[in-house]
């Protein structure tokens, strides 16, 4: 059975709300990403491990093209050492819900799955690109969210242009 969670998107009321109010939904949300990213027993972390080196290792290979363009050198960008998480897939500010200026829960989790370590920062690095989130609220609060992967996150986008 579901449940409703109240509150309503925080892509609605981010460009309304300060940057207090802003901080502390971060703070909140950094809480949830810990909990959700943690390790589990639920598979093993040595399974997890090799399925994270061989995308690392595939995603230089399938870059060949556009090689040249790639500074440092792909493979480098990558640590290998990083586990994979456990990540919603898509957290937006427009799935997100907030009801009184706390986060009351996470929606539209079609995409949750096993991801590389840079995921969370990928997808939300991703949303600044568009015209609502140009204002740097949203930028401002992920950075508080999680941590950043500046580096991978540059290459995995050349990736997914091209790829």
């Known amino acids: 059975m579901q449940e ?5 998107l925080l892509m609605i009321y981010l460009p309304t709300l300060d940057a207090t109010t802003r901080a502390s939904l971060a703070c909140e949300m950094r809480d ?13 972390w ?4 090799s399925l994270q080196k061989d995308f690392l290792r595939w995603l230089p290979y399938q ?6 363009m790639l500074k440092p050198h792909p493979l480098e960008t990558f640590d290998l ?6 990540s919603h897939g898509d957290l937006v500010s427009e799935n997100i819900l907030v009801p009184d200026a706390h986060v009351s829960g996470i929606v539209g989790r079609a ?7 840079f995921w969370n920062d990928y997808i939300a690095r991703w949303r600044t690109h568009l015209p609502q989130f140009r204002d740097g ?3 401002g609060m992920f950075g508080g969210m ?6 991978e996150v540059a290459v995995y986008n050349v990736a997914d242009r091209f790829l």
């Open 32 to 44: 949830i990403l810990r909990q959700l990213t943690k390790p589990t027993k639920l598979m093993p």
């Open 4 to 8: 409703k969670l109240c509150g309503e």
């Open 46 to 49: 040595a399974i997890l491990g």
């Open 63 to 68: 870059l060949k093209v556009v090689h040249n």
């Open 146 to 151: 999680m941590e950043s992967f500046r580096k």
């Open 137 to 139: 609220k949203w930028a």
């Open 111 to 117: 995409s949750t799955a096993w991801y590389p370590y």
């Open 81 to 86: 050492s990083c586990p994979l998480i456990f």
